[in-house]
């Protein structure tokens, strides 16, 4: 598989960098932290001593100050050793550049270098039992208290719930007919009194883990507030764009290496006296994915490239989000299929990668709400 052709020098050692680390050091754990559903905080912060997590934020918090297509280039090689390892890179990357925008100088200096450094992970808490894909709709209440926000409800199917050090929460302050334009974004400690989690038993990313959130009086500062009152929504659910690009790189990276070596294993698999690689049944069906998953790589990265020159690409986002979580579970799929008895069990990969990606087809925006968002791109009809 050749570099896109975004590549740069700098980027290609990037690129070998993220795939040694992920090769020697994520692959030969991925269905040991299966079983656990934990990281490993030493693995965690070996990444981010090599410079790996979110490389888009300024040095001065730890990061490199490089473009959005970096971290794209570091995401998809990550996956393909580890996808819920890319769940890292995609929660830094997100909340980095929300805090980095949004909060005060106090947060950013005591939590963007913990982050970057890998010796914590930031949640975002946006889904309520009653949301889902309606993501305005929500119930969660912050009520203004003198110096202090004071927070009560419930936040569910969190990414990282019970292991994150903190949150970026968004939560109505103004009236329910108000929808987006009542809700504000603030930033909470995971430690803060009156906060509760709970974990989900999910059918795949058992590592990063899914689960609820309850808030029960939680007090919180009121200059942790991200963005305007009443216009959280608005200001910082722009930065969605960015991690649902990453997201596409993230199912494309795990697909991608499902190719790598089911190429490799029809080469090498005889039957009826001949290798797989002679039927073109096979063949073709290979390279039919192989040619959608090249593309739907440049799909992404277009949308990075747009992002780091100032272009609209809301609508590109949106592509990247909705397609290559879907080609990713077709493509794993049909490696599994091939692989045979030995794919349907958990001797090999495949299984659980096909799990694991699933979840995208729902998570951060279903392929409807997506295709939506294109055609009000397109159209220009915003209702």
Excluded at 249 to 266: D, H, K, M, N, P
Aim: glycine fraction near 10%; charge should be negative.
């Amino acid at each position: 598989m050749n570099p896109t052709i975004f590549d740069t020098h700098e980027m290609n050692a990037l690129r070998d960098l993220a795939r040694k680390f992920a090769t020697e050091r994520l692959a030969p754990g991925y269905r040991e932290r299966e079983r656990t559903g934990v990281f490993g905080k030493d693995l965690v912060r070996e990444m981010g001593g090599l410079g790996l997590i979110a490389p888009e934020l300024p040095e001065e918090y730890g990061g490199s100050g490089t473009g959005a297509l970096y971290s794209g280039v570091i995401i998809e090689e990550i996956a393909r050793g580890d996808f819920n390892f890319g769940y890292i890179n995609i929660l830094a990357s997100l909340n980095g550049q929300i805090l980095n925008r949004f909060a005060n100088p106090e947060i950013k200096r005591h939590w963007l270098p913990r982050l970057t450094a890998g010796e914590i992970m930031i949640a975002i808490a946006l889904t309520e039992p009653r949301g889902g894909s309606d993501a305005a709709n929500l119930g969660l209440k912050m009520e203004r208290a003198g110096d202090y926000y004071i927070i009560n409800g419930e936040k569910t199917s969190i990414s990282a719930a019970d292991q994150a050090a903190g949150a970026v929460v968004f939560a109505r302050t103004g009236k329910s007919e108000d929808k987006a334009h009542g809700i504000s974004a603030i930033f909470v400690p995971m430690n803060t009194p009156g906060l509760s989690t709970t974990r989900f038993t999910d059918m795949g990313q058992h590592a990063i883990g899914r689960g609820s959130i309850f808030f029960d009086n939680v007090k919180v500062p009121a200059d942790h507030l991200l963005g305007e009152e009443n216009k959280g929504f608005v200001q910082v659910m722009q930065g969605f764009d960015f991690s649902r690009s990453l997201i596409g790189l993230q199912c494309l990276g795990t697909a991608r290496q499902s190719l790598i070596e089911t190429w490799a294993y029809i080469g090498e698999r005889h039957a009826f006296g001949k290798p797989l690689a002679a039927f073109q049944g096979i063949t073709h069906q290979l390279a039919d994915f192989d040619t959608r998953i090249e593309g739907a790589r440049l799909l992404s990265y277009n949308a990075l490239w747009l992002k780091d020159n100032g272009l609209p690409h809301v609508a590109e986002a949106a592509m990247a989000k909705w397609w290559p979580p879907l080609l990713a579970y077709e493509t794993i799929h049909a490696c599994l299929l091939i692989h045979g008895h030995a794919a349907y069990s958990n001797e090999l990969p495949f299984e659980q990668r096909l799990r694991d990606v699933l979840g995208l087809q729902i998570g951060d925006g279903t392929a409807h709400i997506m295709k939506n968002i294109i055609a009000r791109e397109r159209s220009g009809i915003k209702a």
